[in-house]
């Protein structure tokens, strides 16, 4: 069974730089699917944030692609997300999800980031 | 950015009886491959999105067959044939055809 779990700090100080996981486990890093983060601002609906393959490709939502920077640890089974410069605006719960077939198959709990001083 | 607008944004549903809810979508999904890459998603209260169904009709593992999914092209439609109380939260239509993904408002559904 595929699970995904996301992990990191629940509070992050304005312009700094937002850290989070995401564990993998049940499959692979290096199977043949990408891997998405996603984010559910409070109020808002959800926002596409990006995704990684594991060979190190990338696309990002240009709305955010000058801050975000996806990365893999294929020793560790999983993804990693960077937010730098974080304003209140980043406040948000973050998702990493798998992406099998074309489409967000399997889902994380969710992590949930605060952007305050 | 292809834009979806769903419809109803509140749905407001008796026990046992149907909902439908819409995703309009700002251009047509068809990718090149032919496929139809929308999505419906499922979020209840607490819990992060499930995927229901994918490619406008297919059921996700584990998803109850009164979930059903249509359309084409622009025009998408998420029927629930009779509701059941675990069927409350909030729906998402997802297209993963063009890049960015983006998704609808949400619409959320409730017991009246």
Known sequence: ?117 | DIVLTQTPLSSPVTLGQPASISCRSSQSLVHSDGNTYLSWLQQRPGQPPRLLIYKISNRFSGVPDRFSGGGAGTDFTLKISRVEAEDVGVYYCMQTTQLPLTFGQGTKVEIK
Do not use: M
């Not at chain 1, 699917?33 to 190190?56: A, D, F, Q, T, V």
């Not at chain 1, 209140?88 to 952007?115: I, K, L």
């Open chain 1, 1 to 117: 069974q595929v699970q995904l779990q996301e992990s990191g700090p629940g509070l992050v100080k304005p312009s700094g730089t937002l850290s989070l996981t995401c564990a993998v486990f049940g499959v692979s890093i290096s199977s043949n699917n990408w891997w998405s983060w996603i984010r559910l601002p409070p109020g808002k609906g959800l926002e596409w944030i990006g995704e990684i393959y594991h060979s190190g490709s990338t696309n990002y939502n240009p709305s955010l692609k000058s801050r975000v920077t996806l990365s893999v640890d294929k020793s560790n089974n999983q993804v990693s997300l960077k937010v730098s410069s974080v304003t209140a605006a980043d406040t948000a719960t973050y998702y990493c999800a798998r992406v099998h077939g074309g489409y967000e198959d399997r889902w994380g709990q969710g992590t949930q980031v605060t952007v305050s001083s």
